[in-house]
Structures are given as C-alpha cells and as structure tokens.
C-alpha cells in the first residue's frame, strides 16, 4: 500500500499488548480534540474524542487522556491488534478559528 | 447515512494542466474542509466551507481555490499544476455545530507528471 508518511515516528507492540500514543497540540485555547486512524491508501478513519472539559474519555478498547496544564493527549489502545496497524494522528479544533489543526501522526506497528 | 464520498479516486495529470475534485458531505453536514496530505508535509489544510462561504483558508497559493453548492457538495480546483501538487486530497465534512466531529473522505489520489 502507499505511505502516508515516510519519516513519522514509529512504535512496534507484540500483539495482545497495550499501546500509548502521545501528542503534543499547540493552542491552549483548543476546546475539541479527536484521534484519527488512517490505514494505507485510505481516508482518516475518526476513533475517539474528547472535550476540554474533560481529561478522559473511554471507548471500545481505546481510552484518550488530555492533560491542558501540559497541552498533551494521548490515545491508549487495549490489547492491540493487527488490524490496529496504521497512523494515528491527533487533531485540535481551535474555537475561535473552526480550524483543525493535525499533529505529524505515529505509525503503529503490530508485531505478530 | 453515507459517508463522505469523493470523486474521483485517482487522477493523473501533466503539468500545466488543471483539474477539479469533488466532495460530497454526510448529508446534513454543511461544513466541508479540504486538505492536502503528502508524504513529506503530512495533513495540510486548504480551506474550508460553511453555507456555500469560504470560512477558513490555508496557506496555499490561488491556484488552489474551491466552492460550495447549495446542497453542499463541494468542489476543489487546482490551476496550472506542478509537479509538487501530486498528493492525497482529502475531504472532511462536519455536522452544522462549529466544533463537532469531521469525517473524511477517502481521498483523491492526484499524480502530476
């Protein structure tokens, strides 16, 4: 399949395992934050969001934390799988803008 | 409901020319963002349209330029490509509320030659 990105930051986990992807947004004004998953020749896929009003947010196996003091969100994701393969990127919506700005992206790599 | 659809999946052009992309939202969403995404740069963001008006815009030049339609479906031209315009062209369409979920296409895959 095509790469989204050739020089993203990549981590590997033995399947079974849990993963933490991390991102650091810019705007401490952002009020909306949302991980996506893109998988190779595809469109971003949305997995989970999570409000500034809010420093946690559960989903079906995946769980995103936000910590505004430190401007950082991460997405962990439960007993990982092959199909979790892909790139994560991180998205912040600025509300005095509307516009949404995305991280670099992680490419997750599942080791069988 | 149907996702955001995108047409056409693949293009190829040569350089000089120019070509138009289209994106159909979600039904019922009225914002439609367009973005580039290549290798090197990752997701950039063009612009974006609210109720048939450019509501936010990117740092690309004017030969990328977009409209909305009445129904919300929204299309992208580029003029005079160039080489570095080959990328992945994205589509994301949102709810009316200004900060709710976008949903993207899957992409217009244009290669310039």
């Known amino acids: 399949g095509e790469s989204v990105g050739l020089h993203l930051p990549t981590l590997s986990v033995q399947e079974g395992d849990n993963s933490i992807i991390n991102c650091a947004y810019s705007?401490?004004?952002?009020?909306?934050f949302i991980w996506y998953k893109q998988e190779s020749g595809k469109g971003p896929q949305f997995i989970i969001d999570i409000r500034s009003n809010m420093d946690k947010r559960q989903g079906q196996r995946v769980t995103v934390l936000l910590n505004k003091t430190v401007k950082h969100l991460s997405l962990q994701i439960a007993a990982t799988q092959p199909g979790d393969s892909a790139v994560y990127f991180c998205?912040?919506?600025?509300?005095?803008?509307?516009?949404?700005?995305f991280g670099t992206g992680t490419r997750l790599k599942v080791l069988a | 409901k149907a996702g955001v659809t995108q047409t056409p999946r693949y293009l190829i052009k040569t350089r000089g020319q120019q070509v138009t992309l289209s994106c159909s939202p979600i039904s019922g969403h009225r914002s439609v963002s367009w973005y580039q995404q290549t290798p090197g740069q990752g997701l950039q963001f063009l612009f974006e349209?609210?109720?048939?008006?450019?509501?936010n815009k990117g740092n690309f030049p004017g030969r990328f330029s977009g409209r909305q339609f009445s129904n919300s479906r929204s299309e992208m031209n580029v003029s005079t490509l160039e080489l570095g315009d080959s990328a992945l062209y994205l589509c994301?369409?949102?709810?009316?509320?200004?900060?709710?979920?976008?949903?993207f296409g899957p992409g217009t895959r244009l290669t310039v030659l």
């Open positions: 705007n401490s004004a952002s009020d909306y």
């Open positions: 998205a912040e919506n600025d509300p005095g803008t509307y516009k949404y700005i």
């Open positions: 994301a369409s949102a709810p009316p509320t200004s900060t709710d979920t976008q949903y």
């Open positions: 349209y609210f109720s048939e008006t450019q509501r």
